[in-house]
């Protein structure tokens, strides 16, 4: 397939109201001038985004994690004859750092829930309104690139969607799907961290601008690449994995552990 062009597109994109996912309404709407289906759960900041970004920018508020909600949008866009070119989901959650003992089922689920089958039931319901030749882009992490300690339901989740969405590139043929695997970004995912202001500073200082990853990502996915490593760290986990699978998880749990970070102490 040609590579794609962004201009004048309709997108959907999920955890649009911040972060990655408002970074690409963003740039999807002011550089390309594209209407973008914005959907988040929090409303409120769905409508201070749409007050930045003008009418092209439309709050779609609803939880991404049940599948009724997908069905209800994939209806809604067949009713209106509105044909979808670009799928992005960025909607994810990172849950505290701990060993998986002091951890439950249900918290595992609930992480599945928004990291892994909110994708699932976005790329099935709304297969049909995609346009030929469009795209999908599913936002995993570089934690799928590598298994260390404390992060049992964030990096099985993310590698799940890894092993689901690059087996999609092969199934269809007519529209493209790329992952993305990114390091530390510097959005409110940390928030469910237990973090002293210092450790915000810290993780801040090495985490890569959500406007910049936007671009890399769209630069990248244009070419319809099947799957995207960003980040000196996301690089540095799949090195590792890949060349020291044994010792490569090892390493980076001692490191996390030393770092003196309140968030790492449990590990």
């Known amino acids: 397939m040609k590579k794609f062009d962004y201009n004048n597109k309709v997108a959907i994109v999920t955890g649009a109201s911040s972060g990655i996912g408002k970074a690409i309404a963003t740039e999807l709407i002011t550089k390309y001038n594209c209407t973008v289906y914005a959907v988040a759960r929090n409303e409120e900041r769905l409508k201070l985004t749409k007050?930045?970004?003008?009418?092209?920018?439309?709050?779609t508020p609803f939880d991404v994690c049940l599948e009724e909600n997908w069905q209800g949008l994939a209806q809604k866009l067949k009713n209106d004859g509105?044909?979808?070119?670009?799928?992005?989901?960025c909607a994810g959650i990172l849950p505290k750092f701990k060993p998986f003992e002091k951890s439950n089922p249900s918290e595992l689920k609930?992480?599945?829930?928004?990291?892994?089958?909110?994708?699932?039931?976005?790329?099935?319901?709304?297969?049909?309104?995609?346009?030929?030749?469009?795209?999908?882009?599913?936002?995993?992490?570089?934690?799928?690139?590598?298994?260390?300690?404390?992060?049992s339901a964030y990096s099985s989740s993310k590698s799940a969607l890894d092993r689901f969405s690059t087996t999609l590139a092969y199934e269809y043929k007519d529209i493209s799907v790329?992952?993305?695997?990114?390091?530390?970004?510097?959005?409110d995912i940390m928030k469910n961290q237990n973090t002293t202001q210092k450790d915000k500073s810290l993780i801040d200082k090495f985490s890569a601008n959500p406007a910049k990853i936007t671009r890399k990502i769209l630069k990248k996915a244009r070419k319809r690449k099947k799957r995207i490593i960003l980040g000196i760290d996301g690089r540095l986990l799949g090195f590792l994995y890949k060349h020291f699978p044994n010792l490569g998880p090892k390493v980076i749990g001692k490191f996390l552990k030393k770092s003196g970070l309140k968030l790492f102490l449990e590990l």
């Open 51 to 59: 007050q930045s970004l003008g009418e092209k920018y439309i709050p």
């Open 82 to 89: 509105v044909s979808v070119d670009i799928l992005i989901n």
């Open 110 to 151: 609930g992480v599945f829930d928004i990291n892994f089958f909110s994708c699932v039931y976005s790329c099935h319901h709304l297969r049909e309104c995609i346009s030929d030749k469009g795209m999908i882009i599913n936002i995993s992490s570089a934690s799928a690139l590598c298994p260390f300690s404390g992060v």
């Open 178 to 187: 790329t992952t993305v695997l990114p390091g530390f970004v510097k959005t």
